[in-house]
C-alpha cells in the first residue's frame, strides 16, 4: 500500500486560484445584477477614468444647453416685444398717411392726433417691459425703469448700451438682449431723426397743428424707423437660429458621448454569464480536488 502524502505548495497554489476565483466571482455577480461592467475603479482603472470624463463632458453639455434655453426665452420675450413695436409702427404709418391727405380736415387730424398719443404712450409701455423681474430694454441696468418722460417732452433713457451675453460652449457666447436706445432712439440717437419717441411726438403735434409738411416729414422719419425695426427683428431672429443649431449639436454629440461611455460601462451579459458558470464550475473541481488531498470542505473554503 502506497501512502500519499498532500503537496503543501500544490494546494497553497489552489488555494490562491480559489481566492482569485471567488473575487472575480462576486465581480461577475455584481456586474449581471447591477449591468454596469464597472462598478469600482479597482476593475478597469483605465476604463473608469474615461466613464467619468464622459459623464463630466455630458454633464457640462447639458448645463450648456440649459444656458442656451434661458438666453432663447430672453430673446424670445424681446422679439415678442420688438414685433409689437413693429405692428405699433404700421398703424402710426397709416394715421400718418391718413392725417397728410390734402382731404383730411382739421377736425380730421385732431381725431388722428388723439390715437397717435396713445400709440405714443403704448411705445413708452413695451419699452419698460419687464421679462423674470427685469427690464428686457434697459442694458445690463436690468433692474431701472429705461424710459420716462412728460407726455409733451423728450423721453430720457436711463439705461445703458451694454449688450448681455451667456456662455453656450466652451468657445461661444450668445447676445441675449437689445439694447433700449439702439432700438428706440436708433443710429442717430435720443432728439433725432431715428428717435422712434420724437418722431410719433412730432407727428401728434404736427397733426394737432393741422402742419400737413409735418406730418410728411414726421412719416418720412416713421418709415426709416420701421425699417430699423425690421432689421432688429431679423438679427433676433438670426441669434435664435444659432442657439436652436448649437443645441442640436451638443444634444448629438451628447448621444455619441454616452454611446461610447456605455461601451465602456455596460455589461456584456452573455459574457459575463458564461464567466460567471465558467467560474463556478472551475470552484466546484478545485474544491473537490482539495478536499481528496486535504480533507478540506466547502464550509472551510467559504470560512
Request: hydrophobic share 35%.
Amino acid at each position: 500500500m502506497t501512502l500519499r502524502i498532500p503537496n503543501p505548495v500544490s494546494n497553497q497554489q489552489t488555494l490562491l486560484d480559489l481566492q482569485r476565483m471567488k473575487e472575480r466571482y462576486a465581480d461577475l455577480q455584481q456586474q449581471i445584477s447591477t449591468g454596469k461592467r464597472i462598478n469600482r475603479l479597482g476593475q478597469d482603472p483605465t476604463g473608469a477614468a474615461l466613464v467619468i470624463d464622459f459623464k463630466n463632458s455630458v454633464e457640462r453639455n447639458n448645463q450648456y444647453a440649459r444656458t442656451i434655453q434661458s438666453a432663447r426665452s430672453s430673446l424670445a420675450a424681446s422679439e415678442t416685444v420688438v414685433d409689437s413695436v413693429q405692428n405699433t409702427l404700421v398703424r402710426v404709418m397709416e394715421l400718418a398717411e391718413q392725417g397728410g391727405s390734402s382731404t383730411m380736415g382739421a377736425s380730421g387730424r385732431k381725431r388722428i392726433a388723439e390715437e397717435v398719443d396713445g400709440l405714443r404712450t403704448q411705445f413708452l409701455n413695451l419699452s419698460n417691459t419687464q421679462f423674470e423681474g427685469r427690464y428686457l430694454f434697459a442694458g445690463s441696468q436690468t433692474t431701472v425703469v429705461p424710459f420716462s418722460g412728460p407726455a409733451a417732452g423728450p423721453i430720457a433713457y436711463a439705461g445703458d448700451n451694454v449688450t448681455l451675453t451667456l456662455d453656450v460652449s466652451t468657445s461661444m457666447t450668445a447676445k441675449t438682449n437689445v439694447p433700449g436706445d439702439s432700438l428706440f432712439f436708433g443710429t442717430g440717437g435720443a432728439g433725432s431723426a431715428t428717435d422712434l419717441f420724437k418722431q410719433v411726438t412730432d407727428l401728434r403735434d404736427a397733426l394737432l397743428a393741422d402742419n400737413t409738411a409735418g406730418i410728411q416729414a414726421a412719416y418720412a422719419n416713421i418709415k426709416g424707423i420701421h425699417n430699423g425695426v425690421n432689421d432688429v427683428i431679423a438679427d433676433i431672429g438670426g441669434r435664435q437660429a444659432t442657439l436652436n443649431q448649437l443645441e442640436d449639436n451638443l444634444g448629438a454629440y451628447n448621444l455619441s458621448l454616452q454611446s461610447i461611455q456605455d461601451t465602456y460601462e455596460s455589461v456584456d451579459y452573455p459574457s459575463a454569464i458564461t464567466e460567471w458558470s465558467r467560474i463556478q464550475t472551475a470552484q466546484q473541481a478545485a474544491l473537490g480536488t482539495l478536499a481528496k488531498s486535504g480533507k478540506l470542505s466547502l464550509f472551510d473554503y467559504i470560512g
